[in-house]
């Protein structure tokens, strides 16, 4: 079955929640870009140490790879981890 985005967008992305975190999440790779520790296009993603996304201060920020930073970071709302199955 094919993954309907337009459904994805009206249900979750739209709600005013969702679109005050996008907006913190963006704030905080702006601040790091006038730094200049990161650039568009860069492969590269802005680290939340504490894991909260609306503290955008300078010494909970960190530039990292996005493997790095999404593998970082499976299993605290992400994509969930896959599970090893027994044999």
Known sequence: MARNYKREYAKYHSSAKQKRRRAQRNSSRRKMEKA?????GDGKDV??????????????LKVMSKSRNRAKNLGKGGRPRKRATKK
Do not use: I
């Open 36 to 40: 200049g520790r990161v650039s568009k």
């Open 47 to 60: 680290d939340h140490s504490n894991h909260n996304t609306a503290d955008t201060s300078t010494s909970n």
